[in-house]
């Protein structure tokens, strides 16, 4: 049986779309069936890394006029990955980014039914070995019915004491709530506060300590990709950039989390 993972963070622009894009090409590139999605309804943006028309979306799926299979794009092909990378996208048009913020409790509720049952079938469809969630930040209702849907939460957070205390929040308001087990993965280390050596234990011990859960990684800031703005899917495109190297890093100690 696969697994469901949610990228999650408590304020904008951690990196979150581009670890999930990372991360789904990484496993994919290793032989790994992956499934990634778009939850992020308020700001859409797999459809510029994968360079996507989109055909039929994720919110047609919640709004239950496709089916799942309809919505999940196969992109094995196109990024010639050993294994399965299938993508479904969420239609960034500004008519529907308002109409999702209408969306009731009722719908809402609906929604993760659908979810649930979505996940099942794609496990089962294409013996999917990971669903990888890409999500808004904070508490939006498509966020907690990704969360909700998940296995394991990997909560992005930059070194900036307001992201820190909300993350904080997060794990005790929505996490410990949910029941869901997290790992912690510091994003965008400006150059000066990089860890080297047995600096790095260091960090992760004192910020494991912070937050009271294990850290996946902590990956420096890249003036490239900042510069790039999220067109590039370095795992596949630029697999020599040391960004891709984290992902591999982070796919090991999900891994021991399920062991
Ligand atoms: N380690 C990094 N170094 C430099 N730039 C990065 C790094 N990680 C992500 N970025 C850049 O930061 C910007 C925001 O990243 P991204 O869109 O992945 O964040 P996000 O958390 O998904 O944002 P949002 O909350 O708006 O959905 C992008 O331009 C991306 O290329
Ligand atoms: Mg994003």
Same mark, same amino acid.
């Given at each position: !049986?696969?697994?469901?993972l ?5 304020k904008?622009g951690?990196?979150?779309t581009s ?13 790994l069936?992956?499934c990634l999605f ?5 700001a ?14 994720l919110?047609e799926?919640?709004?239950?006029k496709c089916?799942?299979f309809?919505?999940a794009?196969?992109l094995?092909k196109?990024?010639?990955?050993k294994g399965?990378l299938i993508?479904g996208?969420?239609?960034p048009?500004?008519e529907?980014m308002?109409? !999702?913020?209408?969306?009731?409790r009722?719908?809402e ?18 013996n999917?070995?990971y669903?990888?969630f ?7 209702y498509?966020?907690? %019915?990704?969360?909700a849907?998940s296995?394991y939460?990997l909560l992005?957070?930059k !070194? ?5 205390e909300?993350?904080?929040e ?5 996490? %410990? ?5 997290a ?5 965008k ?7 080297? *050596? ?5 960090m992760?011990e004192k ?6 859960l ?6 420096p800031?890249?003036?490239d990709?900042?510069?790039? *703005?999220?067109k590039?899917?370095?795992?596949l495109q630029q ?9 591999e890093?982070?796919?090991e100690?999900?891994a021991e989390h399920f062991?």
């Amino acid at each position: !049986m696969g697994k469901a993972l949610a990228i999650h963070s408590y304020k904008g622009g951690t990196g979150k779309t581009s670890i999930s894009a990372n991360l789904a090409a990484t496993y994919a590139k290793n032989g790994l069936n992956v499934c990634l999605f778009d939850y992020d309804f308020r700001a859409p943006s797999l459809q510029i890394i994968f360079k996507e028309k989109i055909k039929r979306s994720l919110n047609e799926f919640l709004d239950e006029k496709c089916s799942i299979f309809e919505a999940a794009v196969d992109l094995s092909k196109k990024y010639k990955t050993k294994g399965k990378l299938i993508v479904g996208f969420a239609d960034p048009s500004t008519e529907v980014m308002r109409e !999702m913020m209408t969306k009731d409790r009722k719908w809402e509720m609906r929604a993760l039914h659908l979810t649930l049952t979505a996940k099942e079938a794609l496990y089962k469809q294409f013996n999917i070995d990971y669903i990888i969630f890409d999500t808004s930040p904070g508490i939006y209702y498509s966020s907690i %019915n990704a969360l909700a849907a998940s296995d394991y939460i990997l909560l992005v957070t930059k !070194m900036d004491e307001f992201d820190f205390e909300g993350t904080r929040e997060l794990i005790n308001g929505i996490y %410990n709530v949910l029941g869901r087990k997290a790992g912690i993965l510091l994003n965008k280390i400006p150059a000066m506060n990089v860890p080297i *050596g047995s600096g790095e234990v260091k960090m992760e011990e004192k910020l494991s300590s912070i937050f009271n859960l294990p850290i996946l990684g902590i990956i420096p800031c890249y003036c490239d990709i900042q510069a790039d *703005g999220g067109k590039t899917l370095h795992s596949l495109q630029q697999p020599d950039h040391p960004f891709p190297q984290y992902m591999e890093k982070i796919i090991e100690r999900i891994a021991e989390h399920f062991k």
